[in-house]
């Protein structure tokens, strides 16, 4: 079903896809055999890259209202003021989408967000969205059924945001904390604290860095894949995972991309995904962000951002048939979505918008 009138389409992401590949080949100057040291962080946990800079850790799971398991990561502490017990302020770092946690301990310690806000004094706390590949658990379902990956950034707003920042706040014993959202992990904090007041009133202040709240605005190539019609997209997604982690191919492909050549081609991937910007990215680590990047997603979250770039604003997700929408949303025409943009003007409590364009 169509509720959005559909925006131009462009045709030309598949050649430009092939442009960036190519220009990495072309731009690098080093042979194809130089090849770098494999950084053993390549193949580690999240658990297990904060123990490696020598910062504690603690792995949680927490179950949602609706049966999924998420893991969550915590860094108590930093290394320069691990004798200090004061209580220290709560942070929640969450990733965006096709990310994990990882993403904000994968650099140095120096330019890591989450191990300098430890060093800084912050108790810091690290989410992961269902889906991803630390959180592929359930009570009642397995990851190998289509029922486990229904679900969209909906869900992930309604129940993985309460029920962590709940379990978080009541493990510490504080009021409210601190929220630092990534692109996805922004959007779903508008909406959960747009339609949670409650959950709203636990943020300090809220940063929000590049939320989503234009679409059809992206340059990246990557982004035209949600410029494809509903019904072909559904047809191409099928009803299950997206981009899912395996282990022993991101293995064969980060040694791959360890070789110097090679390394200016992987590089070119996440320009194509996130805007091209050779100061964003650390060139000498790309084999270890490749090892866990993508870190998968659920089909139908694809489809409901696809949805969102034709629409031109956020609904909820359109199960394409008027019966189950009723069923869903309690209502037979999609319900609005305020974006950050539209939030950021009425929502309580102190917004830091840091807006990205890609």
Known sequence: MDYCIKLPRNR?????????????????????RTKRAMDPEAFMNIH???????????????????GYILSINRIPFGVKNQGNTVLRPVVFLQHGLLGDGSHWVTNMAHNSLGFILADAGYDVWIGNSRGNTWSRSHKNLSA?????????????????LPAM???????????QLYYVGYSQGAAIAFI????????????KLFFALAPVTR???????????????????????????FFPHNRYF??????????QLLTSICGNVFFLLSGYNIENINMSRVHVYIA???????????LHWSQVFHCALFKGFDWGDEIKNKEKHNQPVLPRIENGEEKSRTMRGPIAIYPSFV
């Open 12 to 32: 030309m992401w598949p050649f430009i896809v092939a442009v960036y590949l190519f220009q990495g080949l072309v731009d690098s100057k080093e042979p194809i």
């Open 292 to 302: 866990r990047t993508p870190a998968g997603t659920s089909a139908q979250n694809i």
């Open 144 to 160: 190998s059924q289509e029922e486990f990956w229904s679900f969209s950034f909906d869900e992930m707003a309604k129940y993985d």
């Open 215 to 241: 679409i059809k605005y992206a340059r990246s190539p990557a982004i035209k894949l949600l410029s494809l019609p509903d019904r072909l997209l559904r047809g191409l997604l099928g009803k299950k995972e």
């Open 165 to 175: 920042l709940n379990f978080i706040l009541q493990k510490t014993g504080q009021q």
């Open 48 to 66: 297990e890259l904060i123990t490696h800079k020598g910062y504690p850790s603690e792995e949680h799971k927490v179950v949602t209202e609706d």
């Open 250 to 259: 991101k293995k064969i492909i980060s040694v791959f991309c360890s070789r």
């Open 192 to 203: 959960a604290f747009s339609t949670m007041p409650e959950l709203a009133q636990r943020i």
